[in-house]
């Protein structure tokens, strides 16, 4: 089992910046990849970045450019640094963490909104 706290959501002004934080514990090194996914209201629950194992990144084409994935393995713990932030990211962040032989979809966060104002 591996449990995923996350933290940094809030609102926030168009233009502004937030970071995003999700920590790692239990059985970690079932883990090869770590990312964020978010879902609005109606909307279906959509990847925002990816993080692998050897440090590959994948980054959803409506972020890219504003948002950047990080990790620290020490720590457990993979960042979302969101900036130029618009309205239509207003949505629920989920921290996701899979590899081998996890369950279904991975483990999932508790979630975290994120409301950016106009």
């Known amino acids: 089992q591996v449990q995923l706290v996350e933290s940094g959501g809030g609102l926030v002004q168009a233009g502004g910046s937030l970071r995003l934080s999700c920590a790692a514990s239990?059985?970690?090194?079932?883990?090869?990849?770590m990312g964020w996914f978010r879902q609005a209201p109606g909307n279906q629950r959509d990847m925002v970045a990816v993080?692998?194992?050897?440090?590959?990144?994948s980054t959803s084409g409506s972020v890219k450019g504003r948002f950047t994935i990080s990790r620290d393995n020490a720590k457990n713990t993979v960042y979302l640094q969101m900036n130029s932030l618009k309205p239509e990211d207003t949505a629920v962040y989920y921290c996701?963490?899979?590899?081998?032989?996890?369950?279904?979809?991975?483990?999932w966060g508790q979630g975290t909104q994120v409301t950016v104002s106009s």
């Open positions: 239990g059985s970690t090194l079932s883990i090869n990849a």
């Open positions: 993080i692998f194992s050897g440090g590959t990144t």
């Open positions: 996701n963490a899979r590899g081998p032989g996890t369950p279904g979809t991975g483990y």
